[in-house]
């Protein structure tokens, strides 16, 4: 359904330096540096799946999603979403995907969500029957009633992300782009747009590539993970897989009676320490953790430990750490 070869896109930035006398230098000569987005990235997604494209800032995750919806036209290398190289048949490509920047909006402000549903009606042609049946159901999944009269201005950041994801949904796309959903949102919305995700990619068979900071996002919704670091793509596999990858690490909580300070545990990387608990990552195969509780019984008193296999959140920053991102 996606097929990337080797696409690289790099930016040319005007350098600036500080100071009146750089800026009129600047006047007469242009300096330039130049960005490398992405480096020869290729990959594969197939209809129907939920695939969680991370990594760091300024990793290159949006330049991808913009290259992959047709807002930018790489340097070099192909794609096919579909069957449609994006930046070129863009008119007849978009009416197949539907796009969602967290960051910004979609909707015009000063007007209610419904005339801006209306005006994209009419921007993508989309037939009456299949708009009143896309806005119905769109609009009961995500409860939309009650806020579909308001400008979009008075919206919380919530309410606003659900009728961004209704509005990129209207006619009925069959790929979803969606570059960082759940940003600012409370723990509340952030379930709720997790679950509508879910549900039109089961129920609609919607293929779904979403950047996000969040591993919890990657945990509730992604089978697959593509991770890029510096332009260039990483890790390309299952989240079991990459569970498989660091499974013998475990993740050892220790809660002390009294205050305590830091204190190296061989075997053990300290993965935070509050006055009242601490949180190590323990690889098994290098250290017993009776050891690691034992070690650390010597300098406080403990009051409760637990064992846990670590978190996906955890075992992103392994994978970050294991290439130096
Ligand atoms: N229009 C642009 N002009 C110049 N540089 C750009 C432009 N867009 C992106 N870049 C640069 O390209 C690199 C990749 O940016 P990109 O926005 O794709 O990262 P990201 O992985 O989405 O980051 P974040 O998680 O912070 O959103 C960065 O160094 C960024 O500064």
Same mark, same amino acid.
């Given at each position: 359904m996606i097929e990337l070869q080797g696409i690289s896109k790099s930016f040319k930035v005007a350098k600036r330096s500080a100071g009146l006398r750089q800026a009129a230098k600047a006047l007469f000569v242009r300096e330039h540096t130049i960005v !490398?987005? @992405? !480096?020869?990235i290729s990959f594969s997604i197939g209809e129907g799946e939920i695939v969680g494209y991370i990594g760091p800032n300024g990793a290159g995750k949006s330049t991808s999603i913009k290259v992959m919806s047709g807002i930018l036209m790489p340097d070099r290398g192909t794609c096919s979403v579909m069957g449609f190289t994006p930046w070129k048949d863009r008119t007849a490509y978009v009416r197949h995907i539907g796009v969602v920047f967290?960051? /910004? #909006?979609? %909707? +015009? +402000?000063?007007?209610p969500v419904i005339d801006s549903f209306e005006l994209l009606r009419d921007i993508y042609h989309i037939p009456a029957a299949e708009y009143k049946k896309n806005l119905s159901l769109l609009t009961e999944t995500l409860g939309l009633q009650e806020i579909m !009269?308001? &400008?979009? /201005?008075? @919206? #919380?950041l919530g309410q606003r992300m659900r009728c961004e994801i209704a509005a990129s949904l209207l006619h009925g796309p069959k790929i979803l782009f969606l570059d960082? &959903?759940?940003?600012? %949102?409370d723990a509340v919305s952030k379930i709720a747009v997790r679950q509508f995700i879910k549900t039109i990619n089961k129920e609609k068979g919607v293929t779904v590539i979403l950047t996000t900071h969040d591993m919890q996002d990657i945990e509730a919704l992604a089978d697959r993970i593509l991770m890029i670091g510096k332009g260039t793509l990483l890790y390309d596999g299952t989240v079991s897989a990459l569970r498989g990858k660091f499974g013998t690490h475990r993740l050892v909580t220790i809660d002390f009676r009294e205050h305590a300070t830091p204190v190296d545990i061989r075997g053990a990387s300290l993965i935070s320490w509050s006055p009242e608990r601490a949180v190590f990552s323990v690889d098994t195969e290098r250290a017993a953790i009776a050891g690691v509780i034992s070690a650390l019984s010597e300098h406080v008193e403990l009051l409760d430990v637990a064992i846990e296999s670590t978190p996906v959140e955890q075992l992103i920053v392994e994978l970050y750490k294991e290439h130096q991102v």
């Open positions: !490398h987005a @992405l !480096h020869d967290g960051q /910004r #909006s979609q %909707l +015009w +402000w000063d007007v !009269h308001m &400008p979009v /201005r008075q @919206l #919380s960082e &959903p759940t940003i600012g %949102l």
